[in-house]
């Protein structure tokens, strides 16, 4: 072929495949000189011919890649910094390279001790370039924005990987977590002292950092899912808002070869500790708990299995969370711990739940989501109700099998008697039309929704049944919401869903849960994880709702108290009160 850009594309998806059969008969060899040749030919036709600097670079690029897999760690790291350099020159018009080579570089630095810091200044840069392609992404279809996610979320992970495990004390690694409102970029600032204060004051910047950056993830997850930009994110220092209540906020962070905790108590400095154990050493042990937490009868093999995660997420935490004389524990969960109730963790010592010793809630990150309380007034509450088996249309071959709620409309009359002024919408008048129009015409501090729903990382997969013939999906609200806002009406404090489900084997299914929430503008959401199809739901929401009448009471010690009111009943299975969870604000 005659020199063209297809054509470089072509040698280089040759000299991807030579090397890979290469490699796969002879393992430990360096990288062949006819495929090195083949590639060295592309670039002198990139340069000479084409005057392309873009393709340049690609070619670059991938022969310091060819080399990294060979481990030729010096002919690599030569070719990876031209093709850095080659890259930064472009400006924006090389993003989408910049980042591949800056994350190349990292890698490559990261397997020398003596250059971690080069190698985390290399991964901040590939970081800055992935949250400026971020707004990007929100112009194409959704499958391809969670392929790419997939693809480059090992960026974020590897940085925090060498931000936790990095000691500060041996060298200067001042790390300030700026960002900038609109791209997102981190600034990365060099301090040098011996002063214990200033090493102490570094460690919590480094913290501040690695926890911003595994955040940043999951708000490029949720905009993926929203397919917009999330304006109400504050700027406000992640360890100020964790210091603005009596809450002790845990991040873990799940990475490959083993995974880090972060733990942020009031008025303390960040504790930190590492789990040795793998990542799919975790997952699995994570699949098999949610199995069990699925079925009834599975108390025994819950209690084991939960005990394993509460072991190496709570039990190193627990003297700091005594000592401080912690209230809640609020989880900013990771991967596929997002789908585990935390409620249910077990404490094998003591013989006992979480949700025994402290309120639980989940939050998708206080940068999103702060601390707030349920004013201080007399609740109003919007109830919709529906009873009946829905005939839901198929979607990309799912069949949603939903069966009758029977008891919801008991619950929404006790929930309408409790709270005078409350609404209630049941069976036929709980339309999408008449849900919309009750959200517009008057302020309701919760919108409990007692109907079959499903939430999912698909948009349009998550959404709850109304007598309507098409379900009321999450972007729904969005309409709702922009109204609302127009008719400068009081924002919804608590969204309820009672019945509603998530997607069995979606790993990103609680994005729903939080995506629904925002769309809706609430400040937090009750919602389960799995449909349990017994009184006991009804049972538990009577309980919250009266718990939630004690102006003094706080939303996560209402849903603990109605939690426990089963827990000693004859629902103690964790099957039918671990589903219920609060994600968003807690107070």
């Known amino acids: 072929m005659p020199p063209s850009q297809a054509a470089i594309y072509i040698r280089i998806n040759l000299a991807q495949i030579l090397t890979y059969l290469h490699l796969k008969n002879h393992p430990n060899s360096n990288l062949p000189q006819d495929i090195v040749e083949l590639l060295v030919e592309a670039r002198q036709q990139a340069r000479d011919i084409l005057h392309d600097m873009r393709l340049e670079s690609s070619v670059n690029g991938n022969l310091g890649g060819l080399y990294e897999k060979t481990h030729q760690s010096t002919e690599a790291l030569e070719y990876t910094e031209l093709a850095w350099q080659e890259a930064e020159s472009l400006n924006v018009n090389g993003g989408d390279i910049f980042y591949q080579w800056a994350w190349q570089k990292g890698r490559l630095l990261q397997k020398k001790p003596e250059k971690t810091k080069d190698a985390i200044y ?5 970081f800055n370039a992935l949250q400026l392609l971020r707004n990007d992404l929100l112009g194409i279809n959704l499958d391809t924005q969670f392929s790419f996610r997939d693809n480059v979320e090992s960026v974020y992970r590897e940085l925090v990987g060498l931000l936790v495990q990095y000691d500060s004390s041996q060298g200067e690694l001042g790390l300030t977590l700026k960002q900038d409102s609109n791209s997102g970029i981190v600034q990365l600032a060099k301090i040098k002292s011996d002063d214990r204060k200033t090493a102490i004051d570094i460690l919590q910047q480094k913290f501040d950092l690695s926890i911003g950056v595994i955040q940043s993830l999951q708000l490029a997850e949720l905009e993926n899912f929203l397919q917009c930009n999330l304006l109400n994110v504050t700027n406000k220092p992640i360890n100020q808002l964790a210091d603005d209540s009596s809450a002790a906020v845990f991040y873990p962070i799940i990475l490959e070869d083993k995974s880090e905790v972060i733990v942020k108590i009031p008025n303390n400095p960040y504790y930190h500790y590492p789990v040795n154990y793998t990542r799919y050493e975790l997952e699995d042990n994570l699949k098999n708990l949610l199995e069990a937490l699925r079925t009834k009868d599975k108390q025994l093999d819950i209690k084991k299995l939960s005990s394993k995660v509460y072991d190496w997420l709570i039990r190193p935490a627990e003297p700091y969370l005594i000592k401080n004389q912690v209230k809640y524990l609020v989880f900013v969960l990771d991967g596929v711990l997002r789908n585990i109730p935390m409620s249910v963790l077990y404490d094998r010592v003591k013989k006992e739940y979480l949700i025994q010793k402290y309120p639980v809630a989940i939050t998708p990150g206080l940068n999103i989501l702060g601390p707030k309380s349920l004013p201080k007034k007399q609740l109003k509450v919007l109830i919709g109700a529906y009873s009946q088996k829905p005939n839901l249309p198929k979607f990309k071959d799912t069949t949603y099998g939903f069966d009758e709620l029977k008891q919801v409309l008991e619950e929404a009359k006790y929930i309408k008697n409790l709270f005078p002024g409350s609404i209630e919408l049941s069976d036929r008048n709980f339309t999408n039309e008449n849900l919309e129009k009750a959200l517009n015409s008057d302020s309701y501090s919760i919108v409990h929704l007692a109907t079959h729903g499903n939430f999912s ?56 849960i939080a995506g629904a929430a925002i769309r809706a503008g609430a400040s937090s959401t009750l919602a389960t994880l799995w449909t ?52 968003g604000n807690w107070r």
């Open 122 to 126: 290399a991964y901040k840069e590939a």
């Open 457 to 512: 990382s698909d948009p349009q997969q998550t959404f709850i049944v109304t007598a309507s013939s098409e379900p009321f999906k999450v972007n729904d609200f969005q309409n709702i919401l922009q109204a609302r806002v127009q008719t400068n009406q009081a924002p919804i404090d608590l969204l309820v869903f009672s019945a509603c489900q998530t997607a069995t084997g979606d790993r990103r299914a609680t994005l729903g």
């Open 532 to 583: 349990v199809k017994d009184n006991s739901t009804t049972l538990l929401m009577q309980n919250f709702y009266s718990y939630l009448k004690n102006q003094k009471m706080t939303k996560a010690e209402a849903l603990r108290l109605a939690q426990l009111e089963l827990l000693n009943s004859k629902y103690k299975e964790p099957y039918y009160w671990a589903p219920f969870i609060l994600v």
